[in-house]
């Protein structure tokens, strides 16, 4: 395991700043999440990690030990791609030990770490297959595989699941999420999907252009974002704002309410409105509602929700979960 520190980490193409002083402590053992949308530097701050871009500012710490300027083979490392990178003429046994055999280890350690990184995840049956006879799951594993047996201080994950389709993603982010409880080792792990931050972390690093908005457990920034950005990127569907007079009785520029903290009825008090848009996915109803002066709201409803476009309904957030943000999207504390 590792613990992974950046002081005023900073990374600039020229004049143009990607990564603008990232402060960050990563425990040993835990599971981080990096998220936010695209060009929000992601990535960037993982590679800066790696060691497979330069630092132009800052410092890194692994184990308390400054690693700016160490290449990246000697920072005990492994780092898993969106791409799997196989060779496609070796096996899934030969493509799990190239490294091991790059670096000239005894012929026994390889073979008992691949047999190991085989069973963990699976791949005995199919240590004999070439990559072309796998699924896209499968060669996700072996590329996981490649990384396990260097037996590194921490994994880092670039999207490893952007290529999956949804059905395997699902399956595939428990399967690493296990495998990290089981081997105990640090991870770093980019997404954009919040979903998968939610679902996977112990911690989330919320990026939004080159900054930390905000560092905390996925429950922190579901109950507690920092600002705007967060509140509105975190959560699916995304919370409702609303600004002017509707905002001013709750002393905020701003207030946020999620679509789940959105009651929905037929009568009553409340924001009076028209539904637009019905979807109906079961076990939830999603009300997307025109509300004069005010604007679209979305409210989460039960599957069974007998209401259609068109109607008028009577929408009541919850006044424990109305969130309130200040004139420049920071959050206010009660």
Not at 218 to 245: C, D, H, Q, T, W
Request: net charge neutral; proline share 5%; glycine share 10%.
């Amino acid at each position: 395991m590792a613990r992974i520190t950046l002081e005023g980490v900073k990374k600039s193409f020229g004049s143009h700043d990607i990564i603008k002083g990232a402060d960050l402590e990563i425990d040993d053992g835990s599971f981080v999440v990096f998220v936010g949308p695209s060009g929000c530097g992601k990535t960037t701050l993982l590679r800066l990690i790696a060691g497979l871009e330069d630092v132009t500012g800052g410092r890194i710490l692994i184990d308390g030990a400054d690693v700016t300027d160490t290449p990246p083979a000697k920072r005990g490392l492994s780092m898993v791609f969106q791409s799997y990178a196989l060779y496609p003429h070796m096996s899934v046994r030969g493509n799990i030990a190239f490294g091991l055999k790059m670096a000239g280890r005894p012929k026994a350690e390889i073979d008992e770490k691949v047999s190991r990184a085989a069973e963990i995840l699976n791949l005995t049956s199919y240590l004999d297959r070439k990559p072309r006879e796998l699924s896209g799951g499968q060669r996700q594993r072996v590329a996981i595989g490649r990384a396990i047996v260097r037996e590194p201080k921490a994994f880092l994950f670039d999207e490893p699941l952007s290529n999956l389709d949804a059905a395997l993603r699902v399956q595939m982010r428990l399967e690493v999420t296990r495998l990290q409880r089981q081997l105990d080792t640090t991870a770093i792990y980019v997404t954009h999907d919040q979903v998968e931050a939610m679902t996977m972390a112990d911690r989330i690093v919320v990026l939004n252009a080159g900054r930390i908005e905000q560092y905390g457990t996925p429950l922190e920034l579901y109950e507690r974002p920092a600002n705007l950005f967060v509140a509105g990127f975190i959560g699916s569907p995304r919370m409702n704002f609303v600004a002017g007079k509707a905002a001013e009785p709750y002393g905020a520029a701003t207030i946020g309410v999620r679509p789940e903290h959105v009651a929905a009825g037929r009568e009553g008090e409340g924001w009076a409105g028209t539904v637009s848009v019905a979807e109906h996915l079961g076990s939830d109803t999603f009300l997307y509602v025109d509300v004069p002066e005010i604007g679209a709201i979305t409210s989460r409803a039960p599957g069974e929700f007998g209401i259609s476009v068109g109607d008028r309904v009577i929408l009541r957030p919850d006044p424990a979960r109305i969130h309130r943000f200040d004139a420049e999207g920071r959050a206010l504390r009660a």
